[in-house]
């Protein structure tokens, strides 16, 4: 038998809270779950610096992964015999699903803003590369790598696959929003994705649901509304974000500046000398590495690194205040900052934030996304929006919102009575 299509002699399991059981039945899939790269997403936190504003989210992207790959699993059992799909494509499917996050860095998504870095193209390079997962693939040919790394990249003539894992209803959105609602422990990201997945139906393009289940997919839409504002974008965790982002751009400054590091930050160099990081390098960061530096760096003689260090790991984190954006209000703080000694390229910062809960590709839309579609009772294809009044109140609709950040204790500490008064009077009009 073909190595891609080979069983093992006894099935795997990994024990999950989301999905109950994993089930691993392949043996390409087992032996890229062993491989060195994928193991690596053990030490990379699926939700960033979300932990400091919800304690239990401490999960990672090796289960997200592996969450991501049952869905897929799950939905090739359900499309098996019909018209569109092929089972050649299952190997495909399920190693796209479990290497699609292959590439993320530590702190995840914040780590790409400060690096500049894209985890698709790592995960793709990964893919590519001179890897142990590379090694694995190729044993099901040359090419195999290659179309793996398509998929992720939604380049695939297989625009079916493409869909199950890559779209507005795919399997990376049905389990992070089960999973990081689990370890969130709020209950905003549950919907009724067993439904879901029995009404689905492969095309030749993409993925469809039958109409009866339009009601499950607004619920769906509306719990991935509600994690992003009540979870994902909660002003702690931005907070975090923010501290860490002016950490790392410290040090970076420090090294362009020739400072004299205690301990030298040897595996971000590559970050801060090249936009051209190789795989190589990239692999070797993970989060304990990050960690190790941040404790390291509290003890620097750079006051500025080892205040924003200190912060960071012990999470004194900065006060935020709501924000409209006026750029007269931080003007006017910034002027005041610095007549206070504060540098305010570390220590006034707004940070802003958006999200479109659903739109897609349509006249008067900047949207390049594809919709989802329904399977009417006469074989016709819908567009949801124009099905669902709760979707449709959605559709197009951006949400934004600022936030202001600043250490009090600092403001608190000012000498002067007037500078000081002046800069909370205006941080009171603001809140």
Not at 114 to 134: K, L, P, R, S
Not at 182 to 207: A, C, N, Q, W
Not at 275 to 283: A, C, I, K
Not at 384 to 412: A, C, F, H, W
Request: glycine share 4%; hydrophobic share 35%; with cysteine.
């Amino acid at each position: 038998m073909d190595y891609q299509f080979q069983k093992m002699p006894e099935e795997k399991v990994f024990k999950d809270p989301v999905h109950k059981y994993i089930h691993v039945r392949d043996q390409l899939i087992w032996d890229l779950i062993k491989t060195k790269e994928f193991q690596r997403l053990r030490r990379i936190k699926q939700l960033g610096t979300l932990y400091l504003s919800f304690s239990s989210a401490e999960h990672s992207r090796f289960t997200h992964s592996l969450g991501v790959y049952e869905i897929v699993r799950r939905m090739i059992e359900q499309f098996q015999g019909r018209e569109a799909w092929s089972d050649d494509y299952r190997p495909l499917a399920l190693c796209a699903a479990l290497l699609h996050d292959l590439g993320h860095g530590p702190f995840s998504h914040c780590f790409e803003k400060i690096f500049n870095t894209d985890h698709e193209a790592y995960t793709q390079g990964i893919i590519i590369g001179d890897t142990e997962v590379n090694q694995v693939l190729r044993r099901v040919h040359d090419g195999f790598p290659k179309e793996v790394a398509d998929v992720i990249n939604k380049t695939h003539e297989n625009k079916l696959i493409v869909s199950m894992i890559s779209s507005q209803i795919d399997a990376d959105r049905m389990d992070y929003l089960q999973r990081d609602a689990y370890f969130t422990g709020v209950s905003y990201g549950s919907f009724d994705m067993e439904r879901i997945l029995r009404l689905m139906r492969p095309t030749k393009d993409e993925v469809v649901i039958k109409e009866s289940g339009m009601h499950a997919v607004e619920d769906y839409l509306m719990s991935r509304y509600q994690m992003y504002w009540q979870v994902y974008f909660h002003p702690v965790s931005r907070g975090g974000e923010v501290l860490l982002n002016k950490c790392f751009k410290r040090v970076k400054v420090l090294q362009e500046q020739g400072y004299t590091f205690n301990k030298v930050p040897d595996k971000l160099l590559p970050f801060f000398e090249s936009s051209d990081v190789s795989v190589l390098d990239y692999l070797k960061l993970d989060e304990t590495v990050l960690f190790y530096y941040l404790q390291e760096w509290m003890d620097e003689s750079d006051e500025i690194l080892s205040d924003l260090a200190r912060r960071f790991v012990n999470r004194d984190l900065f006060k935020y205040i709501p924000f409209d954006g006026a750029s007269i209000t931080i003007d006017e703080l910034t002027e005041l900052f610095i007549q206070a000694g504060i540098d305010t390229e570390y220590y006034l910062i707004c940070d802003s934030f958006s999200d479109l809960p659903y739109d897609y590709n349509r006249p008067g839309s900047l949207s390049n996304r594809k919709p989802i579609h329904l399977l009417t009772r006469n074989q016709k294809i819908k567009e949801i929006s124009s099905q669902s009044v709760i979707i449709n109140s959605i559709t197009g609709v951006q949400r934004k919102d600022y936030k202001l950040y600043y250490p009090k204790e600092m403001i608190l500490n000012i000498k002067d009575p007037e500078i000081k008064g002046a800069i909370i009077n205006l941080l009171n009009e603001l809140e």
